[in-house]
């Protein structure tokens, strides 16, 4: 899979998550195998009024390449301006070691906040609007030689899958690749996602488009299930690497012929510290040890005395509190 000057052999992508996937996981999930990272959502409309606090979630570091900036909105004029700023690496706020790898547009978010602004799925609603914040998109982030890609979902609802519409119309716009989460909007994450509507698009397209499929991805052998089911060219794993960011190795070690030693409990312990660790560093100790507790209870999912360790976790305020309840 190629977008733009960058080659991905396997496909393997981290789907973008809001309030998962920062620095810390994306280079977690990248040590681990993961080929394509994307950022958290940035608010076109936020960074055009530098926002500081959004700017940051659109901040690079240096071993994170190849890495997307998501950007989601409405405004066909901001999202041009917006993807020129991330393009450019011309905006306040923060300071990316590296350039993105693409501008990818959120055209999937289902959360009710995000969709009645007009953002994120909402746009699968307003197929000519979608077109149109596409090619600002692409005609701001052109001078920079940045690819647009975008993000959708299944449709609205079940009356409404119009992923194929969408597509071929951000296509037509200039994006350079599409992912399908095989969910509409209405059932947000569940049920059982249709990989027949990634199989539709990646036949709607140019084989030149690389189409990412995105649902119920949550082991290597869904990998390999989906990529011979659907014939698209990428995967990318959402929930499913929360906890078990190995996900991405195992499906490198097979993939080579080579035999995948899955973590032992202690290797699972010490790698949610690590991740601690690093978010801490990255934000400070206070908010960010309180930000771990959620993120670090997926580790423990099927180990004993589990629960009694997630109740723990969701009353931490240090990382002294987090490495006690881990025993690392």
Known sequence: MRIGNATFPLGTALAPMAGFTDASMRLLCRSLGCELTVTEMVSAAALCYRDLKTARLARLPADDFPCAVQLFGHDPEEMRRAAAM????????????????????NMGCPVKKIVSAGDGSALMRTPSLAGE?????????????????????????????????IAKIAVEAGASA???????????????????????????LPKEIP???????????????MKEQCGCDGIA????????????????????GEPFLPPDEAERRRTAY?????????????????????????????MRGAAEARARL??????????EILGV
């Open 86 to 105: 991330i393009a450019s690496g011309e905006y306040e706020g923060a300071c990316s070691a590296c350039a993105p790898a693409a501008i990818d547009l």
């Open 133 to 165: 914040i596409v090619r600002a998109a692409v005609e701001g982030a052109a001078p920079y030689s940045v690819p647009v890609t975008v993000k959708i979902r299944a449709g609205w609802d079940e009356s409404s899958k119009n992923a194929v519409e």
């Open 178 to 204: 599409i992912t399908v989460h095989a969910r509409t909007r209405a059932q947000m994450y569940a049920p059982s996602a249709d990989w027949s509507v990634i199989t539709a698009v990646r036949d709607a």
């Open 211 to 225: 189409v990412i499929g995105n649902g119920d991805v949550t082991c290597a052998d869904d990998y390999f299930r």
């Open 237 to 256: 794993v959402g929930r499913a690497a929360l906890g078990d960011p190995w996900i991405f190795a195992e499906i490198r070690a097979r993939s080579k």
């Open 274 to 302: 690590a991740l601690a660790e690093a978010i801490v560093e990255a934000e400070g100790e206070g908010a960010a040890a309180r930000e771990c507790r959620g993120r670090i209870a997926h580790f423990l999912k099927g």
């Open 314 to 323: 969701m009353k931490v305020e240090t990382l002294a509190e987090i490495k």
